[in-house]
């Protein structure tokens, strides 16, 4: 059987959920300032329901740390942990900052990026 993964990002103005089952990454976002708490629940429901997973298929939670907003991310990391000792599976924190210099990398396939403010 295949590794399945639930990621949630809560770090921005924006929740974020994704399955990542059988090679293919299913995701959902939703603008949600100030109602992580009350959108990311029924966005995980969501996104289990459209890819026939169930909680017990999963293999891996994972969550992103930050950086970001500090209450967000504690909502993430909250039911990410939650679930991680309930399935007893394992859980994976990501660096916000990581994502998207992998995101970037695969852009650009540049390795280092350099910032300039007077741009």
């Not at 089952?21 to 969501?46: D, S, V």
Request: proline share 3%; hydrophobic share 40%; net charge positive.
């Amino acid at each position: 059987m295949s590794n399945i993964i639930l990621s949630i990002d809560s770090s921005t103005d924006y929740c974020s959920v994704a399955i990542y089952k059988k090679k293919y990454i299913h995701h959902l976002k939703e603008k949600c300032k100030n109602k992580h708490t009350i959108t990311i629940l029924p966005m995980i429901q969501k996104i289990l329901l459209q890819t026939q997973t169930t909680l017990n298929d999963l293999s891996y939670i994972a969550y992103t740390k930050g950086p970001g907003y500090f209450t967000s991310i504690r909502i993430a990391a909250g039911i990410a942990h939650s679930l991680s000792i309930s399935l007893k599976i394992p859980i994976i924190s990501i660096s916000t900052l990581a994502i998207m210099a992998e995101k970037a990398w695969r852009k650009y396939k540049k390795k280092n990026f350099s910032f300039n403010a007077s741009n």
